[in-house]
């Protein structure tokens, strides 16, 4: 029983820890969504995912465009 509680407080902790990091990400530059709904556009892509590394860090991870691409055919 104690080996139980033990684990549920090491998921809360690992949990707390990973959303205090998510919460200290810096924000994304304000232009961020123009420049790549420009992009998307001039490369004719569905979608994009985007991720901005400092110091071996993700500072910021976003996706963009359609999540299901269907294709009918004829």
Not at 38 to 55: E, L, Q, W, Y
Not at 58 to 71: D, E, F, Q, S, T
């Amino acid at each position: 029983m104690v080996k139980l509680h033990r684990s549920v407080l090491v998921i809360i902790t690992v949990l707390l820890a990973s959303a205090a990091s998510l919460c200290a990400q810096a924000a994304a530059p304000p232009d961020l969504d123009s420049y790549v709904a420009n992009s998307m556009k001039t490369f004719d892509v569905p979608g994009m995912a985007v991720a901005i590394v400092k110091d071996g860090k993700i500072v910021v991870a976003k996706g963009y465009g359609v999540r299901k691409l269907v294709i009918l055919l004829r």
